[in-house]
């Protein structure tokens, strides 16, 4: 199992750059998993997606039930006093924080490109890439 960022399951959903590695890493780990505030998030980049016309309503609607399909049963509440002290901790967002909450009560890695994120926890991140 890992926790995977948005950012990661934008990757899978809509093809780009980094669509071959999000599905590689899939195959090798399709066990991922996220805190709720993914389905907002996700939401977000699909509505900006919409609004430039590069999805229809119908396409929106579809690539956010087969992620919530991915993730059904992997979604997970975090403690807000453990995203509170990661937060103290370190310049990333409460945001950010909610999945470096939930690897860490997973006892997982992270996956995500989020730079600040990789500095700042790096023992419960690691860098997804291209390559």
Do not use: H
Not at 46 to 52: Q, T
Not at 57 to 76: G, I, N, P, W, Y
């Amino acid at each position: 199992m890992i926790v995977v960022d948005t950012n990661v399951l934008a990757y899978l959903y809509l093809p780009g750059t980094f669509t071959a590695r999000a599905e590689v890493l899939l195959e090798a780990d399709p066990d991922w998993a996220a805190p709720a505030l993914w389905r907002s998030e996700f939401r977000n980049i699909l509505a900006g997606y919409l609004r430039r016309g590069a999805l229809t309503l119908d396409q929106a609607c579809s690539l956010q039930r087969e992620a919530e399909d991915l993730l059904r049963d992997s979604e997970f509440a975090v403690d807000s006093e453990d995203v509170l002290a990661l937060v103290r901790d370190s310049d990333c967002s409460a945001y950010d924080c909610e999945f470096v909450a939930l690897a860490t009560q997973l006892g997982v890695k992270l996956v995500t490109m989020d730079r600040k994120l990789l500095r700042a926890f790096p023992e419960r991140c690691t860098a997804f890439s291209a390559g």
